[in-house]
């Protein structure tokens, strides 16, 4: 069975810093398109960045964009979505998801993505 579980989430003051981390059971990370999305109350789950299975492909929404960095780690076998200078309005759910077959262009796509995480809660507040 295909799974993802993420990590790292939690209370952060404003202004703060968090990483967030994604493994894979059943399946080997490295091979795929990995994307985090986040879903706040009552709007919809939006992409806030990916990264293709090379590492040759990277996106950002504009909303993290300059404070934000993912990455892989292959030899742990873990995608890290670092965000800093955190704001209230990035509060959410925080999901990773794996892909296969990204349509160029659309690597911040939910509909892209067919393996989910339960996803870890975000809150920003003081």
């Known amino acids: 069975q295909l799974q993802l579980g993420e990590s790292g989430g939690g209370l952060v003051q404003p202004g703060g810093s968090l990483t967030l981390s994604c493994v894979a059971t059943?399946?080997?990370?490295?091979?795929?398109?990995i994307g985090w999305f986040r879903q706040a109350p009552g709007k919809e789950r939006e992409g806030v960045s990916c990264i293709s299975s090379d590492g040759a492909i990277i996106d950002y929404a504009d909303s993290v964009k300059g404070r934000s960095t993912i990455s892989r780690d292959n030899a742990e076998d873990t995608v890290l979505l670092r965000v800093t200078d955190m704001k209230a309005e990035d509060t959410g759910i925080y999901y990773c998801?794996?892909?296969?077959?990204?349509?160029?262009?659309?690597?911040?796509?939910?509909?892209?993505?067919?393996?989910w995480g339960q996803g870890t809660q975000v809150t920003v507040s003081s």
């Open positions: 998801a794996a892909g296969v077959a990204i349509i160029e262009g659309a690597c911040l796509a939910p509909s892209e993505y067919h393996v």
């Open positions: 059943g399946f080997t990370l490295k091979y795929y398109y």
